[in-house]
């Protein structure tokens, strides 16, 4: 197996003093505040948020910043990080229509190489007028296999009332990622809790005190297209994520908590903090300003017809799927219903998984889940929130589509899948076997779990025998809403070999130890 260094690379540390050095002027409130820090509006435009790239592929890429005031956003492109020779790229003017933020797509990059960039924000009424520029750096995806492919992913970041603690330094999960130098990472979902306030300080059971950053906009829900803006923001006010966003490319999915616990398409809040009890409400603001705040290539700021499930095309070794479970799916229920055309990824969505599964020629196939597969996640006392649903026996409700499509992949002798998600708030493996399960139409597969990043421990969950989990591994947490200084954050790893081919999977926990390793081998249909 080939292993790239775990410090990062010569030529990034430049990069990354002038990321730190452009936001050295945005401090971090004191903690118990409520401001975030304010708009110098004097002197040249800022870039003081970081900036960061996604959906980066052979070719292709974008690139993120948030402004302090209106500017035109610029961004130059070189082969070094002295910036000899660049490849300058006009991007869009940002302003309050956008909350400042900008995204500029950058194509025709060469594959397989080290990209360092830098944004500059121009004055609108006088280019000449550019503020300190802001430094990141990338790597695209190879054509070839040689290099071999290596990211991260993980999920559920400030959730539960645990936000920023100065005490600890911060988030230092990101530390420990970046460390690992990955070609990209994977958010699966709960990039925010729009619906989890953070308070100055919380008591823990043995009596520490947990103390938190605060923000007006994370003391509350978050109902107004302002709040689920600033709830974003609130992640960037962590310096160790701005460091891994100027190093790392992200590809990002959301779920449920960008807009309210367990939500659906057509729900009307049952929930007293709220004056906006419709969700499709809420989860219009929430997309848009989700849009905003990542590099997404299917989505824009205000695109109404923009979608978050995408196929990010990673080289030959590797296509990954980004699912969303969220947007399409039917009502919360019992979910044993023996026909469900809707499901929990819609008809659409479907078509479309099967259709690009069919077309792939990656050797590895990875399905980005939102959600897992075989945990048991309720919603209620009777309801169901993911795909089981405790029962067993023969698929019905939304297992429907699952075993539609594991069916698919067996018959299209789709060979290398395997579905990452998070979501949980533990961290787990299981292999789906057809020979213990009740549905029997598929090839045995995997699946990793892994999370949360930053957010609150929670007991393990239910297996649902429908197709036949086995849990291999698992660590969670005796007790719910335990905190990260009680139950260490967690994040998975997954490497490619470009010799071989194996793909190895290590699931991780905060300070880089590896929990529990899992080899597989190339070419097999499922797994």
Known sequence: MSHRPSVPLPGRRGVLRGALAASAGLALPAVGGVAAPAFALSGRPGAGWGVQAGDVTAHSGLVWVRADRPARMIVETSATESFKRTTRWRGPLVGPDTDFTGTTRLRGLPSGEQIHYRVLLADPDDPRRTGEPVTGTFRTAPTGRRGGVRFLWSGDIAGQGWGINPDRGGNRVYEDMRALDPDFFLCSGDNIYADGPILPSVTLPDGRVWRNVTTEEKS????????????????????????????????????????????????????????????????????????????????????????????????????????????????????????????????????????????????????????????????????FEAVAQGDPGAPLGRELQIAELLRHIKHRRITGTLWLTADVHYTSAQHYEPSGAAFQDFEPFWEFVSGPLAAGGFQATKLDGTFGPRQVFIKAPSRANTSPMETPPYFGEVEIDGGSGELTVRLRQEGGDVLFTQTLQPGRVGQ
């Open 220 to 383: 509350k829900v978050a109902q107004t297209l302002g709040d689920f803006r600033g709830a974003f923001r609130y992640n960037l006010l962590d310096e160790n994520a701005r460091r891994f966003n100027a190093q790392v490319p992200t590809i990002t999915q959301w779920d449920d908590h960008e807009v309210h616990n367990n939500w659906y398409p057509g729900q009307i809040l049952d929930d007293a903090r709220y004056t906006e009890k419709n969700a499709d409400v809420l989860a219009a603001r929430s997309l848009r300003a989700f849009s905003e705040y990542f590099p997404i290539s299917t989505l824009s700021p205000g695109d109404k017809d923009g979608r978050v499930y995408r196929v990010l095309h990673q080289g030959p070794l590797l296509d990954v799927f980004v699912l969303d479970m969220r947007t399409y799916r039917n009502a919360n229920s019992p979910d044993r219903q023996p026909d469900d055309a809707t499901g929990i990824l819609g008809a659409e969505q479907l078509a479309w998984l099967k259709r690009e599964l069919s077309r792939s020629r990656a050797t590895w196939k990875v399905i980005a889940s939102d959600m897992p597969l075989g945990l048991v996640v309720t919603d209620g006392a009777t309801n």
